[in-house]
């Protein structure tokens, strides 16, 4: 077996919406409205496997693009306070390969009538894949979702 070198990159994304901290936090906190604004692309679709929004709680996401699997998501969340901040972990895989784990911490932070969310992911890929930038822009993707669902709503 080839040794392959770890990867690891740690990125801050921030977005300010046009909606309180509280309806924001409610977008991540309902599984039905995060599987719609959390598909990293256009061409994904994602599947809740499993979904337990509180510390310790686990969810399971299966990314699906032309009606195949593509990837699973296992998730735990780590620290939640209401309408401030989620910390949790996800391990990403393909099959039964690891390809990475990112540590993610959301904090949603009042300003004015609207909200600043500051995501910060610390990923590693354990294969040097280019996961690292596949995270990068699946967040920034989902992020810009969001932001469309919060004024849709």
Known sequence: MTHQTMAHRTETLERVYAASPMRVFRAWEDPEI???????????????????FRVGGEDVQICMAGGEAV???????????????????????????????????????GVGSGTRLVLTLQTVAVDGSDLLEGVKVGWTNALDNLAGMLVDA
Do not use: H, M, Q
Request: aromatic share 6%; proline share 3%; hydrophobic share 45%.
């Open 34 to 52: 995060r599987r719609v604004w959390g598909a990293p692309s256009t061409d994904v679709e994602i599947r809740n496997d499993a979904a337990d």
């Open 71 to 109: 990837a699973k998501v296992v998730g735990r969340y780590l620290d939640i306070v209401p309408d401030a901040r989620i910390v949790y972990c996800e391990a990403i895989s393909e099959g039964d390969t690891l390809l990475g784990v990112s540590l993610i911490s959301a904090e949603f932070i």
